[in-house]
């Protein structure tokens, strides 16, 4: 289910497959003269990255090794199966060594557990992206990040993916002096901020002045 959300995606950022073999498939991306290559790979088993590098590369198709921006700008992009989040902890040393080998390609590891993968099932690159603009999954989120749901699993590709465009609403921008206003008024501050607008940097004597002398009043009171 994780490999046909993250295939989705590609396609839906323009890449298109090349190339494709029982455990990796190969993607191209060309803009004017830029060209981008990314490779999805089932990673059954946590290797060491120069055995990594070396079984990529050899599936690769001849015609991504025959083109010099093969190996400068190609994400690998391996989906490894954990039975529980728990196990992440035995393998972590091993999956950050890949992820920060600097040889061949940018490496991301996108690991999920057996409850995270049913919490998606079903599921689509669409589907995907209206759960991760719904604030109210991301407000449950907050609350329990360790939660194996469809939205910590949306946001885990969005986090471990840059190269996905994170999707947003546009919505009508509120003037920040009206909200300063509001904050104001909830904190029960509206004397004291009415002081700071009449004074400026210029006369910073007289606002400290007015400030005191509106507390000592307050005190009084």
């Given at each position: ?140 989120y907050k609350d329990d ?77």
């Amino acid at each position: 289910m994780i490999n046909k959300i993250i295939d989705e995606a590609l396609i839906a950022h323009k890449f298109t497959k090349e190339h494709e073999t029982e455990l990796t498939s190969f993607y191209k991306r060309e803009s004017g003269s830029a060209i981008r290559f990314a490779i999805l790979h089932k990673l059954d088993e946590l290797t060491s990255p120069a055995e990594l590098n070396a079984a990529i590369n050899q599936s690769a198709p001849d015609s991504f090794h025959s083109h010099p921006a093969f190996k400068k700008n190609c994400d690998l992009i391996c989906i490894h199966h954990l039975n529980k989040l728990a196990e992440f902890k035995e393998h972590e040393e091993q999956i950050f060594a890949i992820e920060e080998d600097p040889h061949f390609f940018k490496k991301y590891i996108l690991y999920y557990s057996d409850t995270e993968e049913a919490a998606i099932q079903g599921y689509s690159f669409d589907k995907l992206v209206t759960t991760i603009t719904d604030k109210s999954l991301f407000s449950n989120y907050k609350d329990d990040p360790l939660a194996a749901t469809q939205y910590s699993v949306a946001a885990k590709i969005f986090i471990k993916l840059p190269f996905l465009e994170l999707p947003f609403a546009k919505g009508e921008l509120v003037s920040l002096r009206l909200q300063a206003g509001e904050a104001v008024t909830e904190e029960d501050l509206d004397e004291t901020y009415a002081i700071i607008q009449k004074c400026t940097t210029n006369n910073i004597d007289e606002l400290i002045k007015e400030l005191i002398a509106n507390e000592l009043e307050n005190n009084a009171n």
